[in-house]
């Protein structure tokens, strides 16, 4: 827990990016110093106020995922229902407040520190322009190579038979994919299903799970993301044409899997055992378009449709 809040506090959150450590935080730490050497307490009260709001975002933020909560949130389905824990997206207004509120107090301090106030202006300013999402992400497919619509069309046509009678998963991609191309799939990225679906798709990957503790723990204590986890994979889900890795010890309950309607499993990557696991490599499909290599196995129990 205290290791998660000042990560939290230092580095902030995936999904609130306030991407503040390499300025943000050493400035304002530096006015709060200024403030206790001037001994200005009470003139700085909501400079200070919001310095114990931050770290109280984070603290709240790390205790949320306490497992000493668990006999609360069974008890009370509020607690369970609800993420208290998304208060901490708060931060980016308190912290960039708190910075404006740090940049006038060292500007107070004279000639030098004024600069040094200005230069903290256009550190941060050059900081968030190589943090935007065109930069970070520029190496990432595009909308037409992610979604790879001919590359899934030419594995629908090859499957011939309507989508809505078999279900499919995938492996070293999003389920997002196959979902945006038509198909019904057993995996998928969502915050509300049924329990006892997630006991059953638990049933698949049960021994991948075995083998790989932090995999067993993102799935089952929270469950989110309900994919084909792979203990040689991680938590890695775009795995491009480009990648030269393959799948050797792949261990999945393809019975269970068949069972639930599933019939085909769309890989990013080569099953070297797939047979072990009841797997045909039925073809394997390329596109320019795409970034994407897919490697379509069908369930081969016997007398399996």
């Not at 949130?73 to 912290?95: G, Q, S």
């Not at 740090?102 to 968030?128: F, M």
């Not at 929270?222 to 261990?251: N, P």
Request: charged share 25%; net charge positive.
């Amino acid at each position: 827990m205290i290791r998660l809040t000042f990560k939290n506090y230092v580095l902030g959150h995936t999904h609130v990016m306030t991407v503040h450590g390499f300025v943000i935080l050493p400035v304002t730490l530096i006015a709060l110093y200024f403030v206790w050497k001037r001994k200005r307490w009470r003139q700085e009260m909501p400079f200070l106020v919001l310095h114990v709001l931050n770290f109280a975002l984070s603290t709240w933020y790390a205790f949320w995922f306490y497992k000493g909560w668990l006999p609360l949130t069974e008890r009370f389905d509020l607690l369970d229902k609800f993420n208290f824990a998304r208060y901490h997206f708060l931060r980016p207004m308190v912290i960039y407040v708190l910075f404006a509120m740090a940049l006038k107090i060292i500007w107070q301090e004279g000639r030098r520190w004024r600069a040094v106030s200005a230069a903290a202006i256009a550190l941060q300013l050059l900081v968030l322009v190589l943090h935007n999402e065109e930069i970070v992400y520029r190496n990432k497919p595009s909308f037409r190579e992610f979604y790879a619509e001919k590359q899934f069309a030419a594995i629908r046509e090859y499957i011939g038979r309507p989508v809505h009678t078999y279900r499919v998963a995938s492996i070293g991609i999003h389920a997002a994919i196959a979902q945006y191309n038509g198909f019904y799939t057993l995996d998928t990225y969502n915050n509300f299903y049924p329990l006892e679906y997630k006991h059953r798709f638990r049933c698949i990957i049960a021994k991948e799970l075995e083998k790989n503790k932090k995999l067993r723990e993102y799935f089952d204590e929270w469950g989110g993301r309900c994919y084909l986890f792979v203990d040689e994979l991680g938590k890695h889900y775009m795995f491009k044409k480009t990648s030269k890795r393959t799948i050797r010890h792949l261990e999945l309950n393809t019975k269970a899997f068949y069972a639930m309607g599933g019939r085909y499993i769309f890989s990013a990557l080569p099953i070297e055992n797939a047979s072990d696991n009841a797997l045909h490599l039925e073809r394997v499909f390329r596109s320019d378009e795409s970034a994407w290599t897919i490697y379509l196995y069908k369930v081969a129990w016997k007398g399996g449709t």
